[in-house]
């Protein structure tokens, strides 16, 4: 079967994908169950009828439980042929709680999550009201609201899988921002001072007051060392270039020597709260 992938990936990743399965015995509405996709998408991408991104490749390649030889050589491929880039518009017509669901399979064989945030509290991180914010912003219908919600609300039980790590580093301009009213704030600023405390969990502050070497320009999720997404205005980046992981995982470090966190974090995150809540009587 190596060969056959060697042979394979030239320029066709969907037929590799479809043999790969074949050569598994597993059913194609089990391996898209796994990989947190229709099986129609599924038969589309072995068929060539659509171009998956790096993302659907991983997915696809977990739930089939390659080799990592031949992981290697159709991530190699997916780098090369993969749509690297969904505009966000793309997301909202198929709906955006299905995106969520991709997200959730990724993190469920994550061992180690490293965020950046330079626009809103890390998605893990939000509460419900927060999140209903964010949404109404994009002038969504209340049912595609409440449907992401709820995805994201099974996004978030991952936090509590003490064998995976989780590390967020938050400008703390994201935290001062009044995206919602005062209370609203305080509570979301309340459930971040708690997650820190989870064993698992490392929260960080990039202070406003720190001397940046580098001006923060994306927000960006390193899973593990095979992959990131950036977010941009109009949409999401996704790669797994061995080098390109590499520069975000540096750029992470630098801007993790320069937060606070653990205690120091948490009066930071406080002194803002309380801002919001005095706010909120003077109002």
Same mark, same amino acid.
């Given at each position: 079967?190596?060969?056959?992938v060697r $042979?394979g990936?030239?320029s066709?990743?969907?037929?590799?994908l479809?043999?790969l399965?074949?050569?598994?015995?597993?059913e194609a509405k089990?391996v898209?169950?796994?990989a947190a996709?229709?099986?129609?998408k599924?038969?589309r991408?072995?068929?060539?009828?659509?171009?998956?991104?790096?993302?659907?490749?991983?997915r *696809?390649?977990?739930?089939?439980?390659?080799?990592?030889?031949?992981?290697?050589? #159709?991530?190699?491929?997916?780098?090369?042929e993969?749509?690297?880039a969904?505009?966000?518009?793309?997301?909202?017509?198929?709906?955006?709680?299905?995106h969520?669901d991709?997200?959730?399979?990724? $993190?469920?064989?994550t061992?180690?999550?490293?965020?950046?945030?330079i626009?809103?509290?890390?998605?893990l991180c939000?509460?419900?009201?927060?999140i209903?914010?964010? #949404?109404?912003?994009?002038?969504?219908?209340?049912?595609?609201i409440s449907?992401?919600?709820?995805?994201?609300?099974r996004?978030?039980?991952?936090?509590y %899988?003490?064998?995976?790590?989780?590390?967020?580093?938050?400008t703390?301009?994201?935290?001062?921002?009044?995206?919602?009213p005062?209370?609203?704030?305080?509570?979301?600023?309340?459930?971040l001072?708690t997650?820190s405390?989870?064993?698992?969990?490392?929260?960080?502050i990039?202070?406003?007051?720190? %001397? +940046?070497? $580098?001006?923060?320009t994306?927000?960006?999720?390193?899973y593990d060392?095979? +992959?990131?997404?950036?977010?941009?205005?109009h949409?999401?980046?996704?790669?797994?270039?061995p080098?390109?992981?590499?520069?975000?995982?540096?750029?992470?470090?630098?801007f993790? $020597?320069?937060a606070?966190?653990?205690?120091a974090m948490?009066?930071?995150a406080?002194? *803002?709260r309380?801002?919001?809540?005095?706010?909120?009587e003077?109002?």
């Amino acid at each position: 079967m190596v060969g056959a992938v060697r $042979e394979g990936v030239k320029s066709d990743i969907g037929s590799t994908l479809r043999e790969l399965r074949q050569a598994s015995g597993k059913e194609a509405k089990v391996v898209a169950r796994s990989a947190a996709m229709s099986q129609s998408k599924l038969s589309r991408i072995e068929t060539g009828k659509l171009a998956p991104t790096a993302l659907d490749v991983d997915r *696809i390649l977990t739930a089939l439980g390659v080799s990592a030889e031949i992981r290697a050589k #159709l991530t190699d491929l997916a780098r090369r042929e993969a749509t690297e880039a969904t505009a966000w518009r793309l997301y909202r017509r198929s709906g955006l709680h299905h995106h969520q669901d991709a997200i959730r399979s990724m $993190e469920h064989d994550t061992r180690l999550q490293r965020v950046f945030q330079i626009s809103c509290v890390p998605g893990l991180c939000q509460t419900p009201e927060y999140i209903r914010g964010l #949404l109404r912003q994009r002038e969504l219908t209340e049912e595609a609201i409440s449907r992401m919600v709820s995805a994201r609300a099974r996004r978030q039980e991952v936090l509590y %899988d003490t064998e995976k790590s989780f590390r967020y580093l938050i400008t703390e301009s994201v935290l001062r921002w009044r995206l919602l009213p005062p209370l609203a704030m305080a509570v979301q600023l309340d459930r971040l001072i708690t997650l820190s405390r989870l064993p698992n969990v490392r929260v960080g502050i990039l202070p406003l007051a720190a %001397d +940046m070497t $580098e001006a923060p320009t994306s927000s960006f999720v390193v899973y593990d060392s095979r +992959m990131v997404i950036v977010e941009i205005p109009h949409a999401e980046i996704t790669t797994s270039e061995p080098r390109d992981v590499e520069l975000y995982l540096e750029k992470f470090q630098r801007f993790e $020597e320069l937060a606070v966190s653990g205690s120091a974090m948490r009066e930071l995150a406080a002194d *803002i709260r309380d801002s919001f809540l005095r706010g909120r009587e003077n109002s």
